[in-house]
């Protein structure tokens, strides 16, 4: 009996379940936003696990106005080398717990930033209440979902097509955007399907890590207006329509806005790093130089942003589809020892080709340019930061499990002081990886 209950308990845990609510980790998740509210069944308890490892190769080169390296200057860039990079994992644990009510559940086995095992976050979603007996909740759960835990906010469609440590697939290229919107924070998402628009409301606590000790207001520098914990809002409209076999076209507009935040990471809430290894610094590789070719504004304090997104994709016979997103992003912000706010603004558009019986291949191009207003430090003035960068990429994707991907990158910096590390700066390269998820 004791033999037969444990393999039944391993049945259970390790049981090839497709959950239609929560998003496939594989090639069937790419081009996926919002989930689409579908008709849920239960039979049971069900556990998926499932998991993504990336293991890339690089080959960048990198310079700046300091010359060559010298040790003990912080100006000159580390020589680098070609070289695999740490390779890095996630753990997927996903559950039908009842009727309607799912669990997502998510950690990074191994990480650029955090070497070690540790959870990203998890949160309960629930597309009928059951526990409630009356009519016009399941009415209303008719054409609703409800995140609630700790989860990735959901600002903008960029972050539906970014890689995340071990999990790369939806993303054609190698890395995310220069300003990258991205953050896991803890609160609770309403999304209101109604045909083919989908209207999105979340407050959270604006933080990564929360912070429970209250601001004391006296010490300069300590703002986060006048020490209380502001929550974070975020909205969103998307229109999304599958026209007919050959075109697809979804936009969005979305915002998000906090009126303080104690350390606020809106563009800098990554844990796991860039896959640009090793660019842009003056030390070696390490969990503390994890964010190489990314730039954060700085707007730990105060933060509004609003991002566009138009995706569009259009098939004009089998086996070919050409696919097209763009960004326009504006966001404004403020450190706590600041007083004024300062701009950031992004663009990001990109086209990508797939072909193939199974659209298993792809080559793309994309441009992204971000503009940032920084403010004057101890002997540096106020500067405009101006980043461009041009990625052409190539997959395949041998399997909807397996992948393997290259990219070449050119990235610019301009607007710099003097003594910056990016001081007429520029890196530029091959990067390969391969993947695979499940």
């Known amino acids: 009996m004791k033999k037969r209950g444990l393999l039944t308990t ?7 379940v497709t959950f239609a609510q929560l998003r496939p980790t594989n090639k069937d998740g790419i081009n996926v936003f919002e989930t689409p509210k579908t008709e849920t069944e239960f039979d049971g308890l069900k556990v998926n696990i499932g998991g993504a490892l ?22 000159t860039l580390v020589p680098l080398t070609n070289n ?74 960029a972050h539906f097509r970014r890689s995340d440590g071990g ?16 953050a896991t924070e803890i609160g609770a998402e309403v999304d209101v399907h109604l045909a083919d628009f989908t209207v999105v409301g979340a407050i959270t ?18 703002r986060y207006s006048n020490g209380k914990m502001n929550p974070a809002l975020i909205g969103k409209l998307a229109y999304d329509k599958q026209f007919n076999d ?23 809430g990554d844990r796991t790093g860039s896959n640009y290894y090793g660019v842009m610094y003056h030390a070696a590789p390490s969990s503390s130089t994890f964010s190489n070719g990314r730039f954060n504004p700085g707007f730990g304090d105060k933060v509004s942003a609003l991002m566009g997104n138009l995706f569009l994709k259009y098939s004009p016979v089998n086996g070919v589809s050409f696919e097209s997103f763009t960004t326009l ?11 004024d706010l300062r701009d950031a603004d992004q663009f990001v558009t990109d086209l990508v080709v797939r072909f193939g019986a199974d659209e298993q291949f792809y080559v793309g ?32 994707y041998m399997t909807k499990n397996v992948m393997a991907k290259v990219e070449y990158v050119k990235q610019n910096y301009d607007g710099f002081p003097s003594n910056s590390i990016y001081s007429d700066a520029q890196f530029d390269g091959l990067t390969l990886a391969g993947s695979i998820a499940f």
């Open 246 to 268: 050959q075109f697809r076209l979804r936009v969005s507009g979305s915002g998000y806005y906090t009126a303080g935040s104690y350390k606020n990471t809106l563009f800098g």
């Open 167 to 182: 999990l790369t697939f939806y993303n054609p290229f190698m890395e995310n955007h220069i300003m990258d919107e991205f």
């Open 205 to 222: 606590n604006g933080q990564l890590n929360p912070a429970l000790q209250k601001i004391d207001t006296t010490q300069a520098g300590n």
């Open 329 to 339: 992003e504006k966001a404004k912000g403020r450190t706590a020892a600041e007083q």
């Open 54 to 75: 990336t293991l890339p190769y690089s080959a960048l080169d990198h310079s700046n106005a300091h010359g060559e390296y010298v040790s003990g200057d912080p100006l």
């Open 365 to 396: 191009g994309r441009y992204n340019v971000l503009k940032a207003d920084m403010a004057a430090v101890e002997n540096t003035p106020a500067y405009k930061a101006d980043i461009s960068r041009t990625a052409i990429a190539a997959g395949w």
């Open 84 to 157: 695999f990079g740490l390779p890095q994992a996630n753990l997927f644990i996903k559950s039908n717990l009842s009727d309607g009510i799912y669990l997502n559940f998510e950690l990074y086995l191994a990480s650029r930033h955090h070497n070690e095992t540790w959870v990203k976050g998890g949160f309960l979603q629930l597309e009928k209440m059951p526990f409630l007996p009356w009519d016009f909740v399941d009415e209303i759960m008719e054409v609703t979902t409800i995140k609630v835990g700790q989860f990735d906010v959901n600002y903008g469609d």
């Open 10 to 16: 391993v049945a259970i845990l390790t049981a090839c």
